[in-house]
C-alpha cells in the first residue's frame, strides 16, 4: 500500500510518500525559515502564502522522488491540527482536491499523534536516519516542539493517553522568546544551543516549575525568570526594556544565560 502524506502544520511545506506502512520513499520539505528571520518569529500570513507557491512543486517532486503515480497511490493522508489556520487550509483543501481528483480515500492526521508514529518508518533508500526497529508497545512518547510539550502513554500506535502537557508556553516557544531577549537570531533554539557551549550552565540558579499534576510543564515562569534575570545583570529594574536588554549585555553574559536556561530547561523535562 501506498500513502501520500501532506503536511502543512506551520512554517513548511511537505509531502511524503510510505510504502507498506514502515518505508519512506520521499520525504520533500520547502520551508519560508529565511522569509521568517527577519520577523524574528513566524507570520502566519507569510507561511501560508508561501505554502501556497510550494504546495504543487513539492509535491510533484515527492512523486517523482518515489518513482510512483496516482495509479499507485492508494490514499492520501493529510494534517488536520493542530497549527495555523492558514496553512491548514493550504494542506486540506489540496489533498481534499486530490482525493476528488483521483479518487482516493482521505484519512485526516492530528500531527502531533504522528510525531510518535513517524518512529514506525525504520526503511528508506534516501539520505534520513531512521529508527532500525518499530517501538514496542505499551511505550511512553515524549512530545517537544515549537507549539507542544507533552508526555503520552500509548498502547499502540492509534490507541494513547495524554498523562502530562504544558499549562502555558511550549518550551520551543520558551526557546524562541529567550532568545529575542539575548538578541539571538531566529529560530532560537539551535542559536541558544550554539551559545550555550560556550557559557556555563551553573552561573545562574533559575526556578523549575512545580505542577500539581507532576507530569505537566510550565516554561512561562523560567522565561520571565530569564528577563528579570537579564534586567539584573545589567543593573536595570523590571521596567526596562526586553527588546534593550541584548545590546547591554556582554558576549559572555549571553553565553552564561543560554546554558543556564537550557540547562533548566531540559532538566525539567526530564525530571
Same mark, same amino acid.
Given at each position: 500500500m501506498? =500513502? !501520500?502524506g501532506v503536511e502543512t502544520s506551520c512554517d513548511e511545506t511537505s509531502v511524503g510518500i510510505v510504502r507498506g506502512g514502515n518505508e519512506l520513499l520521499s520525504n520533500v520539505v520547502a520551508t519560508s525559515m529565511g522569509m521568517q528571520v527577519e520577523y524574528?518569529? =513566524?507570520v502566519p500570513e507569510v507561511a501560508a502564502r508561501a505554502q501556497i507557491e510550494y504546495m504543487i512543486p513539492v509535491l510533484?517532486? #515527492?512523486l517523482t522522488q518515489a518513482g510512483v503515480n496516482w495509479g499507485e497511490i492508494d490514499a492520501i493522508a493529510v494534517t488536520y491540527g493542530p497549527g495555523l489556520g492558514g496553512s491548514l487550509l493550504v494542506g486540506v483543501m489540496t489533498a481534499k482536491t486530490l482525493s476528488q481528483?483521483?479518487?482516493k480515500p482521505l484519512i485526516p492526521v492530528n500531527h502531533v499523534q504522528a510525531h510518535l508514529g513517524a518512529n514506525l518508518l525504520t526503511k528508506t533508500s534516501l539520505n534520513l536516519s531512521l529508527p532500525t526497529?518499530?517501538?514496542d508497545f505499551p511505550a511512553l512518547g515524549l512530545i517537544v516542539s515549537g507549539g507542544h510539550t507533552q508526555i503520552v502513554y500509548y498502547d499502540s500506535p492509534l490507541k494513547y493517553k495524554v498523562l502530562g502537557q504544558t499549562r502555558d508556553d511550549a518550551v520551543g516557544e520558551a526557546f524562541d522568546k529567550v532568545a529575542k531577549i539575548l538578541g539571538l537570531t531566529y529560530p532560537g533554539g539551535p542559536s541558544i544551543s550554539k551559545l550555550a557551549k560556550q557559557g556555563d550552565q551553573r552561573a545562574y540558579q533559575l526556578p523549575k516549575s512545580r505542577l500539581e499534576n507532576p507530569y505537566d510543564f510550565s516554561f512561562s515562569g523560567l522565561k520571565t525568570a530569564v528577563l528579570? !534575570? +537579564?534586567q539584573s545583570v545589567i543593573g536595570k529594574d523590571f521596567t526596562f526594556p526586553s527588546f !534593550? =536588554? #541584548?545590546q547591554h549585555l556582554s558576549d559572555q553574559q549571553k553565553a552564561d544565560i543560554s #546554558? +543556564?536556561?537550557e540547562y533548566t530547561a531540559i532538566e525539567t523535562i526530564l525530571d
Open positions: 501506498y =500513502i !501520500l524574528g518569529g =513566524i510533484d517532486e #515527492a481528483i483521483h479518487n526497529t518499530p517501538p528579570r !534575570l +537579564s !534593550l =536588554i #541584548a #546554558a +543556564s536556561f
